[in-house]
């Protein structure tokens, strides 16, 4: 009988202990699933609060589509770092019933970050904080040569960054008329430019991370963050950027995210070199008759200026020239930039074909003749057999993205990122 009683005590014993592990393997697994949250559910956090701040924490669960205790496990270690605050709303003289909501905001007093839209003619340089906000910007004219003009700009960049002295250079964002090895920082080919295999990162010879992103992308990543601000859920959706402007480039989103093809030349988006007009006017890339030839704001200002002999005289018009016209009543212009609308709306209709996401935004100086060109592309796409099975959409983008706006948010999308690895790196 005393074996026994001493068999069982043992057996008691060794059950606490036991218990004791368990317990205590399920304490370290719960702190580890508090300290390593999936880094893009953490980022997506971070894109709804910078779109909707300050946002209560009950709609940013809603948004996420988790319970309101995941969110607290998800916001407690990035208001402890400093990402995130929580501030109260402002006093608006109302007396509300209950307690007030507490609404997150990003933090952005530690950081700067830059954008820069590399374009065919002009190149602007701006400095801006996580919000977006533009706080100083410069431009020049484009140089012909990739040395002088990468070189002028690390001057601009090195410029403009001495103006902000209490806060820390984080990351820089270049936008590319071209597509781009974007792991290397390289851009591949600017047919307008005639730039090959120019490694813009590297002779930027920069101390922090320098994003070289195709422009159409940096606009479409632009124009996803300022859908989510005007949505309720995760993510802005899926739609197709179309970015009108010397050329034409298409950058896709799915759920929210970037679409990219599978190589490191990505060419995933590249629409603007697919031919409509079989044997049509001679193209940069080498082609003939591509879509960009006939709907982009260089092309307008082309087919405005026609054969005429006073062609010399106008070498200086501008698209947003032919589009003052047009407002003025020139029917000249007028209907210069419907055409430019029928040209457009064939393309996005074999876009649509061609990608099936039905929600197309244009974005670009193409939006500043909207009001004449939206209706002879809204006839073309819908003469398509997109047009005619699916549900599409057509609405204009904010200019802004297609320009600093844009390169910016390529900055800023890396910058959360890295504040997110840095934080676990912190909590492991």
Request: glycine share 12%; net charge positive.
């Amino acid at each position: 009988m005393s074996k026994l009683n001493d068999v069982t005590g043992r057996l008691a014993i060794a059950n606490k202990a036991k218990a004791r592990g368990g317990s205590e393997r399920r304490g370290q697994a719960k702190h580890r699933a508090q300290t390593t949250t999936p880094i893009t559910t953490a980022q997506e956090l971070l894109r709804i609060v910078r779109a909707a701040q300050p946002i209560p924490r009950v709609a940013v669960a809603r948004r996420l589509g988790v319970h309101r205790r995941r969110i607290t496990v998800l916001v407690k270690p990035l208001l402890n770092s400093g990402v995130l605050r929580e501030a109260s709303p402002e006093p608006s003289g109302v007396r509300a019933v209950g307690r007030p909501p507490i609404g997150l905001t990003l933090r952005t007093d530690h950081d700067f970050l830059i954008g820069v839209n590399l374009g065919v003619s002009l190149t602007q340089v701006g400095v801006g904080d996580a919000n977006g906000k533009i706080l100083s910007e410069e431009s020049f004219p484009t140089p012909q040569e990739p040395a002088l003009a990468l070189a002028q700009l690390r001057s601009s960049i090195e410029r403009q960054a001495s103006k902000i002295n209490d806060r820390s250079l984080a990351a820089i964002g270049i936008s590319v008329p071209g597509p781009t090895d974007i792991e290397n920082g390289r851009l591949l080919y600017a047919p307008h430019l005639g730039w090959r295999d120019v490694a813009v990162a590297e002779m930027l010879r920069t101390k922090v991370p320098v994003l070289v992103e195709n422009n159409a992308t940096a606009a479409a990543v632009y124009e996803a963050q300022r859908r989510r601000g005007r949505s309720v859920n995760r993510t802005s959706g899926d739609f197709v950027l179309v970015r009108a402007g010397t050329g034409i480039g298409v950058g896709l989103v799915r759920e929210g995210e970037m679409y990219r093809g599978t190589n490191n030349g990505d060419l995933a988006g590249e629409f603007g070199h697919m031919t409509i007009v079989a044997g049509g006017k001679s193209c940069p890339c080498g082609n003939f008759g591509c879509w960009e030839r006939y709907a982009s704001a260089a092309s307008a200002v082309e087919l405005y200026k026609g054969n005429s002999p006073r062609v010399t005289l106008r070498s200086s018009l501008r698209f947003i020239d032919v589009v003052s016209r047009a407002f003025a009543g020139e029917r000249r212009a007028q209907m210069t930039l419907e055409r430019v609308g029928t040209h457009l709306g064939i393309g996005i209709g074999n876009v649509i074909c061609g990608v099936g996401i039905p929600h197309v935004v244009v974005s670009g100086e193409l939006v500043h003749g909207w009001k004449f060109i939206e209706g002879p592309a809204r006839a073309a796409i819908g003469m398509s057999m997109a047009g005619r099975l699916s549900d599409w959409s057509l609405e204009p983008g904010d200019s802004h993205g297609a320009e600093l706006g844009g390169a910016l948010e390529v900055a800023i999308e890396h910058y959360l990122i890295s504040l997110l690895r840095r934080k676990r790196a912190a909590a492991a």
